[in-house]
């Protein structure tokens, strides 16, 4: 049974690019959040995904927007990029009504 | 703002110590609690759920108390692979996670 995947694993990128990162939930998973972690730090949520809309949404600018698709798989995109937008980006899946979170090993971007 | 602290550490233990850490939510409201451990570069994974009545798996005891708003978790007989971060984490609501800064343990032959 396949847990939660991210792509791409790693990514550098250029100050003012765009960047979109995807991750696929668990079998039988219908909620994707996204967390950002920054080094040495705890992961902040960003925003949530059920029923292909935007559920929750944390402190973070409207440059960090997000999609989720008919199969449940999501997307994080990230516009303008900036220096401190480099972290590990963390995707977790869970069942509605179910505090079970599986993460995805993460995507670590890196803007320079 | 929901805040959760912890003390960053690190905690320096000799395996087979027993050691304590504690942290503490601002959110009076929050539901369920939760302790990920972090391995570097890795994705958190969850240790175990925190429940007002405690919560026991094996060498791992977490307590919540929740006039005080604050989680604990004790570790006995610590091993070498239990070397990692601790993330603190509450349920804000709709299963959206807020997690503390962490806290380093180093367990050392």
């Given at each position: 049974d396949a847990g939660v995947t991210q792509s791409p694993t790693h990514l550098i990128k250029t100050r003012g690019q765009q960047v979109t990162l995807r991750c696929s939930p668990k079998s039988g998973h219908d909620t994707v959040s996204w967390y950002q972690q920054a080094l040495g730090q705890g992961p902040q949520f960003i925003f949530q995904y059920y029923e292909e809309e935007e559920r929750q949404r944390g402190n973070f600018p409207d440059r960090f927007s997000g999609h989720q698709f008919p199969n449940y798989s999501s997307e994080l995109n990230v516009n303008a990029?900036?220096?401190?937008?480099?972290a590990l980006y963390l995707c977790a899946s869970s069942l509605t009504e179910d505090y079970g979170y599986t993460f995805g090993s993460g995507t670590r971007l890196t803007v320079v | 703002r929901k805040e959760v602290e912890q003390d960053?550490?690190?905690f320096n233990v000799p395996e087979g110590a027993t050691v304590a850490f504690n942290c503490t939510y601002s959110?009076?409201?929050?539901q369920s609690f939760f302790w990920y451990r972090q391995d570097c570069r890795k994705e958190p994974k969850l240790l175990m759920s925190v429940y007002s009545s405690g919560n026991e798996d094996g060498r791992f005891t977490a307590q919540l108390n929740r006039a005080s708003q604050y989680i604990s978790l004790l570790i006995r007989?610590?091993?070498?692979?239990?070397?990692a971060t601790y993330l603190c984490v509450e349920n804000s609501g709709y299963s959206t996670l807020t997690f503390g800064k962490g806290t380093m343990l180093l367990v050392s032959p």
């Open positions: 990029l900036l220096l401190g937008d480099s | 960053p550490g690190p959110n009076s409201a929050s007989d610590s091993k070498l692979s239990d070397s």
